[in-house]
């Protein structure tokens, strides 16, 4: 997926948390920086949620290793939930724990629809 693409994605969610009443700022991360920062940082109702923003036609997404590192590091120094936000064309957003993402036996993180669906979170859902 371009970087074009994952902006405009980022940016629909973006606009999901805030017409649902939460606070939503996009950082300066994927590459634009050394330092950990996740794609949206969002709070409201008592939490506060790094995400990082995944979009895919079909297949599996498969992370590099200091992704999902970073995110944790981030999510731990800033005291927020870790989350991996994943949008499958024609199926919507997921949000996925950190801990319930996939690990190949390569000891890589990955992401697919059949583990968004069973372990993820719609949008209404993870805001409750």
């Given at each position: 997926m ?10 629909e ?9 939460f ?9 634009s ?19 990082e923003c ?21 999510s ?13 064309n ?14 190949s036996?390569k000891d ?19 805001m409750?």
């Open positions: 371009s970087k074009r693409k994952g902006t405009r994605y980022e940016r969610l973006f606009h999901i948390f805030w017409e649902a009443g606070g939503c700022v996009r950082t300066a991360g994927s590459g920086t050394t330092l950990p920062a996740p794609d949206l940082l969002v709070g409201g109702n008592g939490r506060v949620l790094a995400i995944k979009a895919l036609k079909e297949g599996s997404k498969y992370f590099k290793e200091h992704e999902i590192r970073e995110l944790k590091e981030f731990d120094k800033f005291g927020a939930e870790a989350w991996v936000a994943v949008r499958f024609n199926k919507g957003w997921f949000f996925v724990r950190v801990k319930d993402l996939g690990l036996k890589t993180y990955f992401i697919s629809f059949e583990i968004a669906e069973k372990k993820g979170l719609r949008f209404d859902e993870l409750k």
